[in-house]
């Protein structure tokens, strides 16, 4: 176990110090916690309020108790604010403002590599978090994570009048609109609608990197334009914080009750149900959301999802997918444009902003937009405004939300300088990553399903299709680079295959293993990953998930790729003939195949059981070797 020793104040030698105890299974804390002055704290002055030290004792204690007796974020993180708040309640009661202040909540933003995986409010006074699924309106501030990250330090925002002061030594106050997403209006009015004039962002910091956010909201109008009590308490909260971060960046979510499924989101697995109730509280703001994700990996689906569980739902939802468009017509695309504006513009017409009015447009491939489009969006997002090209004089209010997608890496893009710095932070606001396919595997058999069924209907709406079981199996075997869309061609491939060889006859249709395996082959090889590119990625794959467990993975449970091989050569070519293309024939000759397929096979359901699931996705074939 670790131990964090709290020792005594210099000066009361020979008072007893306490230890506690850490969970050895989670990341190293920061090096400000591993030693804590806190023995004799009484009379100890923090920047402004006092606090006893019996009590900062006991209240560091609770909170590391707590925090060890945690199994969820949801738990850690509504231990970490309840004391954060008690702390900022202290501070306030004992400054200039006592009685005329109120702290009103605390929200972990939990945010690795730029895109939001939990949130969690605590409101003052209440015993438990909410959890974001239930439409809390949660406020995340661009603004707030850029100021932070920048900076490397908590920062204090007074909503009013806009300015940002960092925590830092000697920092200047900024109002810069640079930092764009809370200096516009409409966040300002957002945070003085949940009556939040004070706000203190406090860094989430591991090891390896920043991995979100705390951020304590608070109402005082009388401290408009002063200073408020966040520094005075700045360095117990961030201290707070850094002991807090191992626990909120490791411990896994409470789990989620499986969401009901509809047209515009039929399939739902296990990593999707732990992003869905983020995506449904962005849903409810009217902030812009960056979905990124692999090409494919269905942005589109979420976007129309998101937009069917806002307030403007049953409005109009627009799609500008900018890899069809040319540059030179992004613009007029866009806005639209007058008569004569160019060579072809014959009529009036509009663009999707004006043809969403009201609704939500979804902008897909943003990384694809021109520096001269990017400007005219950048004046849109911040203005609400635009001009149809051609236009005289006067521009058009544009009552619009917008969805932005992208499978490119915008920060990356902006250091390149493809992307406008000033644009990035105005669509980076409410960020989330959809996982590629091949990290849903559990969907893959569901996708495979509705897809079959969704094509047969438009054929035969009195029939019924269905997968084997085994050709469900070799679907959920195979990669995806190309995620839901390939998946989509494949099925529609199988699907003709099978209606081939069904035409005449009777009764159910039923897509066979030969079928899956057929429309695989049909597969060009230079659309998909090279061997070694996908033996990396498996890797860096077991290597992730021994991270993402913060436990050993045993590196004998990759010998179980040998028996995935062995199987998934079965599946498609036969027992014998898997043996002899993967140069093992002799093994068949000997007989001698029946023991090295089973023992092969077993260390594939050791692997699969060691990551949690039931079992090998080979296992009617282990079945089959024992009834030989």
């Given at each position: 176990?670790?131990r964090?020793?709290m020792?005594p104040?210099?000066?009361?030698?020979g008072r007893?110090?306490?230890?506690?105890h850490?969970?050895?299974?989670?990341?190293?804390?920061?090096?400000?916690v591993r030693v804590?002055f806190?023995?004799g704290f009484?009379?100890?002055?923090w920047?402004?309020?006092r606090t006893?030290?019996?009590?900062?004792?006991?209240?560091?204690?609770?909170?590391m108790?707590?925090l060890?007796?945690?199994?969820d974020f949801?738990?850690?993180a509504?231990?970490?604010?309840?004391?954060?708040?008690?702390?900022?309640?202290a501070?306030?009661?004992?400054?200039?403002?006592?009685?005329?202040?109120?702290v009103?909540?605390?929200?972990?933003?939990?945010?690795?590599?730029?895109?939001?995986?939990r949130l969690a409010?605590?409101d003052?006074?209440?015993?438990e978090v909410?959890?974001?699924?239930?439409g809390?309106?949660?406020?995340?501030?661009?603004?707030?994570?850029r100021?932070?990250?920048?900076?490397?330090?908590?920062?204090s925002?007074?909503?009013n009048?806009?300015?940002v002061?960092?925590?830092a030594?000697d920092?200047?106050v900024?109002g810069?609109p640079g930092?764009?997403?809370f200096?516009?209006?409409?966040?300002?009015?957002r945070?003085?609608?949940?009556?939040?004039?004070?706000?203190c962002?406090?860094?989430l910091?591991t090891?390896?990197g920043m991995?979100?956010?705390?951020?304590l909201e608070?109402d005082?109008?009388a401290?408009?334009?002063?200073?408020f009590?966040?520094?005075?308490?700045?360095?117990?909260l961030?201290?707070?914080?850094?002991?807090a971060?191992p626990y909120l960046?490791?411990l896994?979510?409470?789990?989620v009750?499986?969401?009901?499924v509809?047209?515009?989101?039929?399939v739902?697995?296990r990593?999707?149900?732990e992003?869905?109730?983020?995506?449904?509280t962005?849903?409810?703001?009217?902030?812009?959301?960056?979905?990124?994700?692999?090409t494919?990996?269905g942005?589109?689906r979420?976007?129309?999802?998101?937009?069917e569980r806002?307030?403007r739902r049953?409005?109009?939802?627009?799609?500008?997918?900018?890899?069809?468009?040319?540059e030179?017509?992004?613009?007029?695309?866009l806005f639209?444009?007058?008569?004569?504006?160019?060579?072809?513009?014959?009529?009036?017409?509009?663009?999707?902003?004006a043809?969403?009015d009201g609704?939500t447009?979804?902008?897909?491939?943003?990384d694809?937009?021109?520096?001269k489009?990017?400007a005219?969006l950048l004046?849109?997002?911040e203005s609400?405004s635009?001009r149809?090209?051609?236009?005289?004089?006067?521009?058009?209010?544009a009552?619009v939300?917008?969805i932005?997608?992208?499978?490119?890496d915008?920060?990356?893009?902006?250091r390149a300088g493809?992307f406008?710095?000033?644009?990035?932070?105005?669509?980076?606001?409410?960020p989330?990553?959809m996982?590629p396919?091949?990290?849903?595997q559990?969907?893959?058999?569901?996708w495979?399903?509705?897809?079959?069924?969704?094509?047969?209907r438009?054929?035969?709406p009195?029939?019924?299709?269905?997968?084997?079981?085994?050709a469900?199996?070799?679907?959920?075997?195979?990669?995806?680079?190309?995620?839901?869309?390939?998946?989509?061609?494949?099925?529609?491939r199988?699907?003709?295959?099978a209606?081939?060889e069904h035409?005449?006859?009777?009764?159910?249709?039923?897509?066979?293993?030969?079928?899956?395996?057929?429309?695989?082959?049909?597969?060009?090889?230079p659309?998909?990953?090279?061997?070694p590119?996908a033996l990396?990625?498996?890797a860096?794959a077991?290597v992730?998930?021994?991270?993402?467990?913060?436990?050993?993975?045993?590196l004998?449970?990759?010998?179980?790729?040998?028996g995935l091989?062995?199987?998934?050569?079965?599946?498609q070519v036969g027992?014998?003939e898997?043996?002899?293309?993967?140069?093992?024939?002799?093994?068949?000759k000997?007989?001698n195949h029946h023991?090295?397929?089973?023992?092969?096979?077993?260390?594939?359901?050791?692997?699969?059981?060691?990551?949690?699931?039931?079992?090998?996705?080979?296992?009617?074939?282990?079945?089959?070797?024992?009834?030989?």
């Amino acid at each position: 176990m670790y131990r964090i020793q709290m020792h005594p104040e210099r000066g009361r030698r020979g008072r007893s110090f306490r230890a506690l105890h850490l969970n050895p299974h989670l990341p190293a804390i920061s090096d400000r916690v591993r030693v804590c002055f806190l023995d004799g704290f009484a009379g100890l002055r923090w920047r402004g309020f006092r606090t006893g030290g019996e009590g900062m004792q006991d209240e560091l204690a609770q909170l590391m108790a707590a925090l060890r007796d945690s199994r969820d974020f949801e738990t850690a993180a509504a231990a970490t604010l309840r004391r954060m708040l008690a702390v900022a309640d202290a501070a306030v009661a004992s400054s200039r403002y006592a009685g005329r202040a109120r702290v009103l909540r605390g929200i972990v933003h939990l945010r690795p590599g730029e895109a939001y995986r939990r949130l969690a409010a605590l409101d003052v006074g209440a015993r438990e978090v909410t959890d974001a699924g239930v439409g809390t309106p949660f406020f995340t501030s661009a603004t707030a994570w850029r100021a932070v990250v920048e900076h490397r330090c908590a920062v204090s925002i007074d909503v009013n009048i806009g300015t940002v002061q960092p925590h830092a030594p000697d920092a200047p106050v900024t109002g810069d609109p640079g930092l764009a997403g809370f200096h516009s209006n409409e966040s300002k009015q957002r945070f003085l609608g949940r009556h939040a004039t004070h706000v203190c962002v406090l860094p989430l910091r591991t090891p390896s990197g920043m991995e979100g956010m705390i951020s304590l909201e608070a109402d005082c109008l009388a401290a408009m334009g002063q200073e408020f009590v966040w520094r005075d308490a700045g360095d117990l909260l961030q201290l707070l914080t850094d002991i807090a971060a191992p626990y909120l960046t490791a411990l896994p979510q409470r789990p989620v009750a499986t969401p009901e499924v509809d047209e515009f989101l039929p399939v739902v697995g296990r990593s999707m149900a732990e992003l869905l109730p983020i995506l449904r509280t962005f849903a409810l703001q009217d902030e812009t959301i960056l979905v990124s994700g692999a090409t494919g990996a269905g942005k589109s689906r979420l976007a129309r999802w998101c937009h069917e569980r806002s307030g403007r739902r049953g409005k109009p939802f627009e799609t500008l997918d900018l890899v069809t468009v040319p540059e030179d017509l992004q613009m007029a695309e866009l806005f639209g444009w007058k008569k004569g504006a160019f060579t072809g513009a014959v009529r009036d017409a509009p663009g999707v902003v004006a043809r969403s009015d009201g609704g939500t447009l979804f902008i897909d491939e943003i990384d694809k937009l021109s520096l001269k489009a990017q400007a005219g969006l950048l004046h849109l997002l911040e203005s609400r405004s635009y001009r149809p090209l051609g236009e005289g004089t006067g521009e058009k209010l544009a009552d619009v939300r917008f969805i932005i997608g992208t499978n490119a890496d915008l920060h990356a893009q902006v250091r390149a300088g493809r992307f406008r710095e000033d644009l990035y932070y105005r669509v980076n606001v409410l960020p989330v990553r959809m996982p590629p396919l091949q990290d849903r595997q559990d969907e893959i058999p569901l996708w495979a399903r509705y897809m079959v069924n969704r094509r047969h209907r438009e054929r035969l709406p009195d029939g019924s299709a269905r997968l084997a079981p085994e050709a469900e199996v070799l679907l959920t075997t195979s990669t995806w680079p190309g995620n839901l869309r390939q998946l989509d061609n494949i099925v529609r491939r199988a699907y003709t295959l099978a209606m081939v060889e069904h035409a005449g006859s009777t009764g159910d249709l039923v897509l066979q293993e030969k079928h899956v395996a057929r429309a695989l082959d049909y597969e060009q090889s230079p659309g998909g990953r090279p061997l070694p590119e996908a033996l990396r990625a498996a890797a860096q794959a077991f290597v992730g998930e021994a991270r993402r467990r913060g436990s050993p993975l045993d590196l004998d449970y990759a010998d179980g790729f040998r028996g995935l091989v062995l199987g998934m050569a079965i599946r498609q070519v036969g027992r014998d003939e898997a043996f002899r293309l993967l140069g093992r024939e002799s093994l068949v000759k000997n007989r001698n195949h029946h023991k090295a397929l089973k023992r092969e096979l077993e260390k594939v359901d050791v692997l699969y059981k060691a990551l949690g699931e039931d079992g090998s996705p080979f296992s009617d074939l282990l079945e089959n070797e024992d009834a030989d």
